[in-house]
């Protein structure tokens, strides 16, 4: 009896250390870190969009100017998001992922509705609204997976950054993979999955992502390096799948054996972050069984009438009126309030190379499926210029979010300067489809959705750390602003009447007119020429505009600009270690 109880005890204090164990490991940093790379990994939808607005544009009848419209709508949601980080700063995470999943069911769901016909045909401005709403989600996710992480691990947030807006870039081909597994090759069918599939992820893993306090890791760097190489297997292996499914017809079976690998690497991840909960919940119990020894000084006599000083503080800070200390900034580095940061010269010069070089790059993804379509491209080989766009994209984060990270500790070479050289290899892209060649496509999407891919991460992580991450949350998403500005303005404005101009010619030359067509279509290289001519030249001017920020923040990133992050670490794994003692 005795020995019985003995093992009943036994047994349930290992159940209540695997329940603890398993406690610990939900509510760590590193598998908050897995469920973010979740939940971006399907929070690219819009980057499918040339994809499935052919169908948009034949089943509702509309020109390629109401696409761009529809195009820019999608673009304003996706980067407007001033919204999801001011809601951030007053409310926990959980809640911005929650109303971020719900917007993103509520707008693609109505977009399929729509296309598929089983609601009456919308108006523009519905459809326009529709596209906002859902793409606007994308900020949510962002708002409260990639803000959270930068936050826990705040010394490598440019491989952090890279990671996370890396999955991102990899979503539409991950996408793509599932939908050709669940639905077929039924595009269609894809916009109901990009409805239903993001949302399910923040829904599932709402409670998981959170802000914890900065913990110092001898060996961080080394395990970001491990999720990079998972990641990239990853992408080697749709880019595979995407060359296969070109030359070779796919059965069922096999799209199904292939999103099932994906599946399978996407949550590959989890076993590193179980591992090193692991690792820490052992030395946890370390501590807790042989605790350090701590000697407590006595500093009060050094810090004789403090009073004073704090009286002094607050005489100063009435004093001092806000609008004043809108122009009295912190050095670069410190925490900004918002419209300090807003008003800056610095975050004025990255909103024009955002402007510029976003702007362009987003209106060739857009339109990347008419391009296909306009040099006479197969439907299956415009997929594929979709799907090497998003990898490439994935490609161009993981680039600039590691590269510039061991360029800068290693070398000080400032981040700006890393903007300047993407900027200028986006004009060759852009200049490759003004001028076609025989595959020049196939060459411009991979370097278009590199360039494009490389920018964001570079431009969050230079936010943070020029202007602090006090109201990061906020601040990252108004320096995307200028993107949906500057899509609007070279997309509809530039480029869909550049293009319905050229396909009105071609209607002319075979003796017909607008009302004659259903859709208005342009075949030919002449189609986007001058558009992507304009492009490529708007695209330089913001990479001569970005050479000024390099000049300016030089001497900024020649010092130790995360040395206060190790301090404040420091002085957090000193607290743990006396409540430790105490305890």
């Known amino acids: 009896m005795v020995e019985a109880a003995r093992i009943s005890g036994t047994g349930g204090r290992r159940g209540g250390d695997l329940l603890a164990f398993a406690a610990h490991v939900l509510r760590g940093r590193w598998f908050s870190l897995f469920a973010s790379f979740l939940v971006m990994a399907g929070a690219g939808a819009t980057y499918l969009f040339g994809v499935y607005s052919k169908d948009i544009k034949s089943s509702l009848g509309y020109d390629q100017t109401t696409l761009n419209l529809l195009g820019f709508f999608k673009d304003l949601g996706a980067n407007v998001g001033v919204l999801s980080g001011l809601i951030a700063e007053v409310t926990p995470t959980w809640f911005v992922l929650l109303i971020g999943s719900a917007m993103n069911f509520a707008g693609y769901f109505m977009i399929w509705l729509s296309v598929t016909g089983k ?25 409260g997976a990639l803000v959270t992480s930068v936050r826990n691990f705040p010394e490598s947030r440019g491989v952090m950054l890279g990671l996370l807006k890396g999955f991102t870039g990899l979503s539409g081909a991950i996408l793509t993979q599932i939908y050709l597994a669940v639905y077929g090759n039924d595009s269609k069918a894809l916009i109901l999955l990009i409805a239903w599939l993001p949302a399910a992820l923040s829904v599932v893993f709402v409670y998981t992502i959170r802000a914890m306090k900065v913990v110092r890791q001898g060996n961080e760097l080394k395990i970001f390096y491990q999720f990079l190489y998972v990641s990239i297997l990853l992408a080697l292996f749709i880019m595979a799948m995407t060359v296969l499914e070109k030359v070779t017809a796919f059965s069922p079976a096999a799209y199904a054996a292939s999103a099932t690998v994906v599946s399978a690497l996407l949550f590959f991840p989890l076993f590193i972050a179980v591992r090193e909960e692991s690792s820490i919940w052992s030395i946890k119990k370390q501590q807790l069984t042989n ?16 009073a004073p000083m704090e009286e002094k503080s607050r005489t100063a800070t009435t004093t ?18 918002i419209l300090q940061a807003l008003s800056s010269t610095d975050m004025l010069i990255l909103f ?12 060739a993804v857009d339109n990347l499926g008419q391009i296909g379509e306009s040099l006479e491209y197969p439907v299956r080989t415009i997929k594929t210029f979709v799907s090497l766009l998003s990898i490439w994209n994935y490609f161009g984060r993981i680039f600039s979010g590691f590269v510039s990270e061991k360029l800068l500790s290693k070398y000080k070479f400032p981040r700006p300067l890393m903007m300047t050289i993407v900027l200028f290899l986006s004009c060759i892209g852009l200049l490759l489809i003004a001028f076609p060649f025989r595959g020049s496509v196939y060459i411009a999407s991979v370097i278009i959705g590199f360039s494009f891919g490389a920018q964001l991460p570079l431009l969050f992580a230079i936010i943070s750390e020029l202007f602090g991450l006090k109201y990061y949350s906020t601040l990252f998403n108004c320096g995307q602003l200028a993107s949906p500005l500057g899509s609007y303005i070279l997309n509809v404005r530039v480029t869909g009447p550049l293009y319905d101009r050229e396909a009105l010619k071609n209607l002319a030359k075979k003796g017909l007119t607008r009302d004659s067509v259903k859709e208005l279509t342009c075949v030919g290289p002449q189609c986007y020429r001058l558009a992507f001519v304009i492009l490529a030249s708007v695209t330089f001017f913001g990479a001569v505009s970005s050479l000024i920020l390099v000049a300016r923040t030089r001497e900024f990133y020649r010092g130790d600009i995360y040395k206060k992050f190790r301090d404040e670490a420091e002085e957090s794994s000193e607290r743990e270690m006396a409540s430790t003692v105490n305890k």
């Open 119 to 143: 609601v009456s045909k919308p108006r523009v401005w519905q459809m326009c609204l529709y596209i906002c709403i859902g793409a606007n989600s994308q900020n949510f996710a962002n708002t």
């Open 291 to 306: 605790p350090p020894q701590i000697i407590t000084i006595d500093d009060n006599n050094n810090n004789n009438n403090p």
């Open 320 to 337: 001092t009126r806000w609008y004043a200390k809108i122009f009295d900034r912190p050095e670069r580095g410190e925490d900004y309030t």
């Open 352 to 363: 024009l190379a955002t402007f510029c070089g976003l702007g362009s790059s987003l209106t």
